[in-house]
Protein backbone atom coordinates (compact mmCIF):
# COMPACT_ATOMS: atom_id res chain seq x y z
CA UNK A 1 0.00 0.00 0.00
CA UNK A 2 1.41 3.65 -0.94
CA UNK A 3 1.68 5.42 2.01
CA UNK A 4 3.43 7.97 4.26
CA UNK A 5 4.55 6.32 7.39
CA UNK A 6 5.62 8.67 10.71
CA UNK A 7 6.75 6.99 14.00
CA UNK A 8 5.78 7.90 16.56
CA UNK A 9 2.33 8.75 16.52
CA UNK A 10 2.29 10.33 20.21
CA UNK A 11 5.45 11.36 22.07
CA UNK A 12 5.80 13.12 25.17
CA UNK A 13 9.61 14.77 26.53
CA UNK A 14 11.01 16.95 28.52
CA UNK A 15 12.62 20.83 27.39
CA UNK A 16 15.81 20.17 25.82
CA UNK A 17 16.18 16.25 24.91
CA UNK A 18 17.03 15.57 21.79
CA UNK A 19 14.58 13.59 19.73
CA UNK A 20 14.15 12.72 16.51
CA UNK A 21 10.80 11.94 14.65
CA UNK A 22 10.84 9.68 11.54
CA UNK A 23 9.57 9.74 7.85
CA UNK A 24 9.45 7.40 5.31
CA UNK A 25 7.50 6.60 2.18
CA UNK A 26 7.29 3.83 -0.33
CA UNK A 27 6.28 5.67 -3.51
CA UNK A 28 9.73 6.85 -4.94
CA UNK A 29 8.38 10.20 -4.46
CA UNK A 30 11.03 13.38 -4.93
CA UNK A 31 9.67 15.39 -3.07
CA UNK A 32 9.16 15.38 1.06
CA UNK A 33 7.94 18.18 3.52
CA UNK A 34 7.31 18.65 7.05
CA UNK A 35 4.37 20.34 8.50
CA UNK A 36 3.27 21.61 11.58
CA UNK A 37 -0.28 22.30 12.74
CA UNK A 38 -1.59 24.23 15.57
CA UNK A 39 -5.15 25.76 16.71
CA UNK A 40 -5.80 28.57 14.86
CA UNK A 41 -2.80 28.86 13.05
CA UNK A 42 -3.39 26.01 10.46
CA UNK A 43 -0.44 23.65 8.78
CA UNK A 44 2.79 25.87 8.43
CA UNK A 45 5.54 24.58 6.25
CA UNK A 46 8.75 23.84 8.79
CA UNK A 47 11.20 22.19 6.11
CA UNK A 48 11.39 20.87 2.80
CA UNK A 49 13.19 18.32 0.35
CA UNK A 50 13.41 17.96 -3.22
CA UNK A 51 15.68 14.92 -3.34
CA UNK A 52 18.13 13.45 -1.84
CA UNK A 53 20.62 15.74 -0.05
CA UNK A 54 18.40 18.46 -0.99
CA UNK A 55 16.68 20.17 1.78
CA UNK A 56 15.16 23.84 2.46
CA UNK A 57 13.70 25.83 5.12
CA UNK A 58 10.39 26.23 4.82
CA UNK A 59 7.97 29.00 6.66
CA UNK A 60 8.82 28.03 10.91
CA UNK A 61 12.29 26.08 10.28
CA UNK A 62 13.73 27.19 13.96
CA UNK A 63 14.34 24.86 16.57
CA UNK A 64 14.07 21.81 13.93
CA UNK A 65 16.55 19.96 11.67
CA UNK A 66 15.95 17.38 8.78
CA UNK A 67 18.21 15.52 6.57
CA UNK A 68 17.71 13.75 3.43
CA UNK A 69 20.08 10.69 3.03
CA UNK A 70 17.85 8.50 1.45
CA UNK A 71 14.89 9.47 -1.18
CA UNK A 72 12.60 7.19 1.31
CA UNK A 73 13.16 8.97 4.72
CA UNK A 74 13.23 12.30 5.89
CA UNK A 75 13.58 12.57 9.54
CA UNK A 76 12.78 15.95 11.65
CA UNK A 77 14.98 16.33 14.46
CA UNK A 78 14.75 18.78 17.31
CA UNK A 79 17.70 18.90 19.40
CA UNK A 80 16.92 20.99 22.29
CA UNK A 81 13.20 20.56 22.12
CA UNK A 82 10.66 23.40 24.42
CA UNK A 83 7.29 23.80 25.14
CA UNK A 84 6.26 25.98 21.94
CA UNK A 85 7.27 22.93 19.65
CA UNK A 86 4.33 21.37 21.22
CA UNK A 87 2.34 20.70 18.10
CA UNK A 88 0.78 18.01 15.53
CA UNK A 89 2.99 17.07 12.75
CA UNK A 90 3.13 16.06 9.19
CA UNK A 91 5.16 14.43 6.80
CA UNK A 92 3.94 14.79 3.35
CA UNK A 93 5.62 13.59 0.06
CA UNK A 94 4.92 14.11 -3.29
CA UNK A 95 6.58 13.47 -6.89
CA UNK A 96 7.80 15.93 -9.23
CA UNK A 97 4.92 17.68 -10.75
CA UNK A 98 2.46 15.57 -9.11
CA UNK A 99 -0.81 17.13 -7.60
CA UNK A 100 -0.81 17.69 -4.17
CA UNK A 101 1.13 15.81 -1.31
CA UNK A 102 0.36 12.58 0.06
CA UNK A 103 0.27 12.82 4.47
CA UNK A 104 1.24 10.63 7.47
CA UNK A 105 -1.26 9.90 10.14
CA UNK A 106 0.67 12.41 12.27
CA UNK A 107 2.78 12.82 15.29
CA UNK A 108 1.30 14.51 18.25
CA UNK A 109 4.50 15.68 20.07
CA UNK A 110 4.26 17.01 23.99
CA UNK A 111 7.16 18.76 25.31
CA UNK A 112 6.79 19.50 28.97
CA UNK B 1 2.08 37.72 0.57
CA UNK B 2 0.49 34.26 0.26
CA UNK B 3 -2.34 34.07 2.71
CA UNK B 4 -5.81 31.52 2.59
CA UNK B 5 -8.52 32.71 4.52
CA UNK B 6 -11.58 30.75 5.50
CA UNK B 7 -14.42 30.85 7.63
CA UNK B 8 -13.36 28.29 11.06
CA UNK B 9 -17.04 26.44 11.87
CA UNK B 10 -19.56 25.23 9.73
CA UNK B 11 -23.10 23.43 10.91
CA UNK B 12 -25.35 21.80 8.47
CA UNK B 13 -28.86 19.17 9.03
CA UNK B 14 -27.90 15.73 7.73
CA UNK B 15 -29.29 15.80 3.91
CA UNK B 16 -28.55 19.49 2.93
CA UNK B 17 -26.04 20.86 1.13
CA UNK B 18 -22.54 22.22 3.10
CA UNK B 19 -20.80 24.77 0.97
CA UNK B 20 -17.40 25.81 2.55
CA UNK B 21 -15.75 28.60 1.56
CA UNK B 22 -12.47 29.73 0.59
CA UNK B 23 -10.19 32.88 -0.47
CA UNK B 24 -6.69 33.06 -1.29
CA UNK B 25 -4.34 36.27 -2.87
CA UNK B 26 -1.73 34.42 -4.50
CA UNK B 27 -3.60 35.12 -8.51
CA UNK B 28 -0.68 32.86 -9.96
CA UNK B 29 -1.57 29.66 -7.96
CA UNK B 30 -1.47 26.64 -9.93
CA UNK B 31 -3.69 24.33 -8.45
CA UNK B 32 -6.11 24.70 -5.77
CA UNK B 33 -6.89 22.13 -2.86
CA UNK B 34 -9.65 20.65 -0.42
CA UNK B 35 -8.04 18.69 1.70
CA UNK B 36 -10.14 16.49 4.39
CA UNK B 37 -8.90 15.57 8.10
CA UNK B 38 -10.93 13.22 10.08
CA UNK B 39 -10.61 13.44 13.91
CA UNK B 40 -6.74 11.79 14.36
CA UNK B 41 -5.53 11.36 11.22
CA UNK B 42 -3.73 13.10 8.69
CA UNK B 43 -4.95 14.99 5.77
CA UNK B 44 -6.39 13.85 2.60
CA UNK B 45 -6.64 15.27 -0.87
CA UNK B 46 -10.30 15.57 -1.60
CA UNK B 47 -10.19 17.35 -5.20
CA UNK B 48 -8.74 19.67 -6.95
CA UNK B 49 -9.02 22.50 -9.42
CA UNK B 50 -6.64 23.50 -12.04
CA UNK B 51 -6.32 27.10 -11.92
CA UNK B 52 -7.50 27.54 -15.56
CA UNK B 53 -11.35 25.93 -14.66
CA UNK B 54 -14.09 27.36 -13.15
CA UNK B 55 -15.82 24.35 -11.69
CA UNK B 56 -14.87 20.38 -11.24
CA UNK B 57 -17.74 17.83 -10.32
CA UNK B 58 -16.38 14.43 -8.72
CA UNK B 59 -19.64 12.71 -7.27
CA UNK B 60 -20.93 14.49 -4.34
CA UNK B 61 -18.07 17.10 -4.27
CA UNK B 62 -18.51 20.09 -6.67
CA UNK B 63 -15.80 23.15 -6.50
CA UNK B 64 -16.64 26.56 -7.97
CA UNK B 65 -13.71 28.79 -9.00
CA UNK B 66 -13.89 32.79 -9.09
CA UNK B 67 -10.42 33.56 -10.02
CA UNK B 68 -11.33 37.08 -10.57
CA UNK B 69 -12.43 37.20 -7.02
CA UNK B 70 -10.06 34.30 -6.22
CA UNK B 71 -12.77 32.74 -4.40
CA UNK B 72 -13.05 28.99 -3.84
CA UNK B 73 -16.01 26.95 -3.02
CA UNK B 74 -16.66 23.67 -2.03
CA UNK B 75 -20.16 22.20 -2.12
CA UNK B 76 -20.87 18.62 -0.59
CA UNK B 77 -24.38 17.48 -1.59
CA UNK B 78 -26.89 15.24 0.58
CA UNK B 79 -24.16 16.06 3.38
CA UNK B 80 -23.49 12.84 5.73
CA UNK B 81 -22.27 12.54 9.18
CA UNK B 82 -19.28 10.94 7.90
CA UNK B 83 -18.77 14.61 6.07
CA UNK B 84 -17.74 15.18 9.78
CA UNK B 85 -14.20 16.59 9.45
CA UNK B 86 -12.10 20.07 9.43
CA UNK B 87 -11.58 20.68 5.32
CA UNK B 88 -8.50 22.82 4.25
CA UNK B 89 -8.67 25.23 1.54
CA UNK B 90 -5.14 24.71 -0.16
CA UNK B 91 -3.14 26.99 -2.63
CA UNK B 92 0.33 25.91 -4.74
CA UNK B 93 2.23 29.05 -5.79
CA UNK B 94 3.26 28.95 -8.72
CA UNK B 95 6.95 27.66 -9.21
CA UNK B 96 6.73 26.58 -5.61
CA UNK B 97 6.36 23.20 -6.35
CA UNK B 98 7.25 22.17 -2.94
CA UNK B 99 4.63 24.14 -1.06
CA UNK B 100 1.37 24.15 -0.96
CA UNK B 101 -0.49 26.79 1.41
CA UNK B 102 -3.60 25.89 4.12
CA UNK B 103 -5.80 28.02 5.34
CA UNK B 104 -6.95 27.37 8.93
CA UNK B 105 -9.38 24.52 8.01
CA UNK B 106 -13.56 24.79 8.34
CA UNK B 107 -14.68 22.64 11.35
CA UNK B 108 -17.82 20.83 9.31
CA UNK B 109 -20.06 19.86 11.85
CA UNK B 110 -23.42 17.28 10.85
CA UNK B 111 -26.77 18.57 12.84
CA UNK B 112 -29.38 15.42 12.51
Known sequence: EAQVTQNPRYLITV?????????????????????????????????????????????????????????????????SPSPNQTSLYFCASKVTGGIGYTFGSGTRLTVV | GEDVEQSLFLSVREGDSSVINCTYTDSSSTYLYWYKQEPGAGLQLLTYIFSNMDMKQDQRLTVLLNKKDKHLSLRIADTQTGDSAIYFCAESPQNRDDKIIFGKGTRLHILP
Open chain 1, 15 to 79: TGKKLTVTCSQNMNHEYMSWYRQDPGLGLRQIYYSMNVEVTDKGDVPEGYKVSRKEKRNFPLILE
